[in-house]
């Protein structure tokens, strides 16, 4: 994420792009918003200068867009776009499922198990909270695959949080269940099973986007 400014002191730098990048992906900075760089540094208590190299990084990950004479803009990601973005990850997380399920240590069995139990036990889940445990999960499925070159596909794509900008595709009550027979594939070590899971899981939400474009 960092690699454009790695010969430079970045402790400024990235805390910026983090708080930025949650709140395009949370909405609070909307699609098609304009980002004025004054009152957004006044905001977060911080110089224009790492405010605009964090902007410069969200420019790369497509999550903003500067357009001359205009200023620096929110993208309104499209759904073929975020399409695609979960057609990268149908390949890349059944893969890291399967290899999570072989490579997997008790520490992140323990980790995967502690992200969903509180969403079991409350009545009305909230969007955002899920929203940030489902991020959580995918991201530490592919921690657990151990395969350096899997997640910086993932990094440099900036393939999963392309796919959460426009929220929740589907309702938690009906993937909970799946992150959760996933969960339990790769604790068991059931390498085919977690990958056949994972596959079946994010092609459900492959299925509802195809179906909103043929809506258009």
Do not use: W
């Amino acid at each position: 994420m960092l690699a454009s400014f790695e010969k430079e002191d970045t402790s400024l730098i990235k805390p910026v792009y983090d708080k930025l990048k949650a709140m395009i992906l949370s909405g609070e900075l909307a699609p098609k918003e304009k980002i004025r760089q004054e009152k957004t540094a006044r905001k977060l208590g911080i110089s224009r200068t790492p405010l605009v190299k964090a902007l410069k990084l969200l420019e790369q990950e497509l999550l903003v867009e500067n357009l001359p004479r205009r200023g620096i803009y929110v993208r309104d990601i499209s759904l073929d776009e975020i399409l695609e973005a979960f057609e990268c990850r149908l390949a890349v997380e059944s893969t890291a499922a399967r290899m999570a399920a072989e490579r997997i240590s008790e520490k992140q069995v323990k980790e995967l198990k502690r992200i969903f139990p509180s969403f079991r036990k409350s009545r009305n889940i909230n969007n955002i909270k899920y929203q940030a445990a489902d991020e959580l999960f995918h991201k530490k499925v592919l921690e657990a695959s151990r395969n350096r070159y899997l997640s910086k596909m993932f990094i440099v794509g900036n393939i999963l949080s392309k796919t959460y900008q426009r929220g929740l595709i589907r309702e938690p009550r009906e993937t909970l269940p799946e992150h959760e027979q996933i969960i339990e594939a790769i604790s068991s070590r059931n390498p085919e099973l977690a990958e056949e899971l994972m596959k079946s899981h994010i092609q459900k939400t492959i299925e509802v986007i195809k179906g909103e474009i043929k809506k258009r």
